[in-house]
């Protein structure tokens, strides 16, 4: 075999090696990753101009100083089916459409992908956050499996005559979004209306009735996060949960450890559990196995992954920092290919050199 005859196998190894090595590093796995954020981003914008049309018709009045971007997801301070202080600028942050693109991220590195199965515990603290999370499954073709406990904390979905129940009623109808609870429970203190006033109860009791969805009505924690997982394991059938995702402050998701004030928000890592009895479903979940987004603190989720806090304006769908990690591993594919060529002008310029030496 000639000098030639080697450098050319030499020069088809390489380039076989660095073929193979674009499909190991994680550059082609993520190829259409920012469009599918993209396109949450814009499905959570279209559910949000759906709600405030809703809300006009319903002549649901927006506090202007409250919700100063117009969104219509603003509740008010106090109502009768608060259940808790909240922060203002939080519940704002949440409206904005990236969040939805996050939330695809937040999928997609747990490992869940297309047509696989979500289960989701939500409190109407953050409908936000709760429509975010439809606007990502939805893009990623994924089966919610989603339970809401109906109070909310303030400047959540605590309007008496736009809560939770008529927002996504309203999404339904419009044809927004398809997703509907396999059940609700009050929410408040033990998940059962504590700290709401008799009117408001009565008033999600007879919407509850009316909208004829399975009702979850336990105080004791253990049984309460027993209940609701076997109503998701009920109705995802036979088919595995993927992931389960946490929104917001709600007693069965939170639990009563105060260990859960040590779990940081977005995909966990939680390796330490306390006793079943104290357990949250974000500890259970994780307990049993399950990839657990955890969708609390918003303001650590902000520094986190590059979303602005309180934004005035709404930023755009598919701009801002929560991108740039992408941008990042273009960069990266382009110092492979920079290497790519650096090895074969070396390989060609060592053949080229041993066939005329």
Known sequence: MTKLHKTVILVSLVSVFFFLLTFTLPFNKKAGLRELMVRASTKMSEALRGAKKCRDEKGVVINKQDDINLTGLIGTENSPITTSVGNLQAKRTTTN???????????????????????????GSFPGLIISVFSAAEVMDLNLIFIVSLGASQWGANELDFNWLNIQECLLENGIFNDRPVAVSLGGENDVG??????????????????????????????????????????????????????????????????????????????????SEKRGLVFEMAFQGYPVIHLLYIKGITQSYGLPWDPV?????????????????????????????????????????????
């Open 97 to 123: 459409p990236n969040f939805a693109g996050l939330v695809v991220k937040l999928l997609h590195e747990a490992g869940v992908q297309k047509g696989q199965t979500v289960a989701v515990e939500a409190s």
């Open 194 to 275: 504590g700290g709401m006033e008799a009117e408001g109860r009565i008033k999600l009791l007879r919407m509850i009735r009316q909208q004829d969805v399975p009702f979850v009505y336990q105080s004791d924690l253990e049984r309460n996060v027993q209940q609701k997982i076997a109503l998701f394991k009920k109705n995802a059938g036979e088919q595995d949960i993927a992931a389960f995702i946490n929104i917001g402050g709600s007693y069965s998701g939170l639990g009563t450890d105060s260990d859960i004030l040590k779990v940081k928000p977005g995909l966990t890592d939680i390796r330490n559990f306390p006793p």
């Open 313 to 357: 304006p709404l930023p755009e769908s598919g701009k801002g920092a929560v991108y740039d990690y992408l941008k990042r591993e273009s960069a990266g594919f382009l110092l492979l290919v920079l290497a790519y060529f650096a090895v074969m002008a070396a390989v060609i310029l060592y053949g080229f050199h041993s066939h005329f030496s």
